[in-house]
């Protein structure tokens, strides 16, 4: 079954679709991981709330997300807003944590007109093509993902958390089994060991679930690094990932995972209206560099995972 499977419409508005809409993911979404809803008319960001409230599942916030996003409307957010020049490496959502969403929708209201794709990949390949030694170290020993917030660096803390409120972040660390610190400065560290590896809890498959090739330095490009290394101490970096023990990961064996999810990268244009649904556990995403004006909002549902 090809990824994502394309559902066509003639025009209609999607509310009026979603019972056999909703019909149609339930019986393809885990064979093929991801659905496209093409050709339906979306008139707002209300619209496409209660398109993917229409699942059964209420929408979910961005806690603890990892990258800048604005609100649109109640679970509704905007796509990552990192500048229109970069690129987002193709990962699942909230894979650096213990608890993800389920499921993930995407809205184009302006596809840009240079592009600002949004590439996809089958992340039980990705696990496949991972070679063997890397796939056998990276689950036997876990992952740790070291953040440091605010400083201008990385995304406020303020915002991560959607509060101001130091007892809320604490609290909240707390109930996902995640360390703190308040530095001197008053920003905040974090540390949380998390899956390198995970289970899908419904088709059984083996999934590659992390953002070990993004959290890594060597994600950076090399001047940026350089300048950062030089700055600042290895533990006040933005972030890094280690292995779940604190030892370092071999910059070889990411750029060997980063290969992979090249190899695997399904691209195609943003058509406006278009709706893409995707079992975030099932397949990755990204976003390519854009030109233009580009708009294009998310939403997610179904929290998994937790505690162990």
Request: glycine share 8%.
């Amino acid at each position: 079954m090809s990824l994502p499977l394309v559902i066509p419409g003639n025009g209609e508005p999607i509310l009026d679709a979603l019972p056999r809409l909703r019909w149609s993911a339930e019986t393809h979404l885990s064979g093929a991981g991801g659905v496209l809803f093409r050709g339906f008319a979306v008139a707002d960001a209300a619209v496409f709330r209660a398109f993917a409230g229409g699942f059964g599942h209420a929408l979910i916030g961005y806690e603890f997300g990892s990258t800048p996003r604005s609100k649109v409307a109640e679970g509704v957010y905007s796509s990552t807003e990192y500048p229109a020049h970069q690129q987002s490496p193709l990962h699942n959502e909230q894979a650096y944590a213990r608890a993800w969403p389920m499921k993930i929708w995407f809205h184009c209201a302006i596809a840009s007109p240079t592009g600002g794709e949004t590439p996809i990949a089958d992340s039980r390949r990705v696990y496949q093509q991972v070679a063997p030694r890397i796939r056998e170290r990276f689950a036997a020993r876990g992952l740790m993902y070291v953040r440091n917030f605010g400083n201008g660096l990385d995304v406020p803390w303020q915002q991560t958390f959607a509060t101001s409120e130091p007892a809320a972040v604490e609290a909240y660390c707390r109930d996902h089994d995640i360390a703190f610190e308040w530095k001197a400065d008053g920003e905040l560290r974090t540390r949380q060991t998390a899956q390198a590896i995970a289970r899908h809890p419904h088709t059984d498959d083996l999934v590659w679930f992390n953002q070990a090739h993004l959290f890594h330095v060597s994600a950076l490009e090399p001047a940026v690094r350089e300048a950062l290394c030089d700055a600042l101490e290895p533990e006040d970096l933005p972030r890094n990932v280690y292995y779940g023990d604190g030892s370092a990961i071999e910059d070889g064996l990411l750029d060997e995972i980063r290969g992979v999810y090249q190899a695997l990268e399904i691209v195609a244009p943003w058509q406006p209206g278009d709706v893409l649904m995707l079992d975030n556990m099932l397949t990755a995403h990204g976003r390519r560099p854009f030109a233009g004006p580009r708009k294009i909002t998310v939403a997610m549902a179904e929290p998994h995972g937790g505690r162990p």
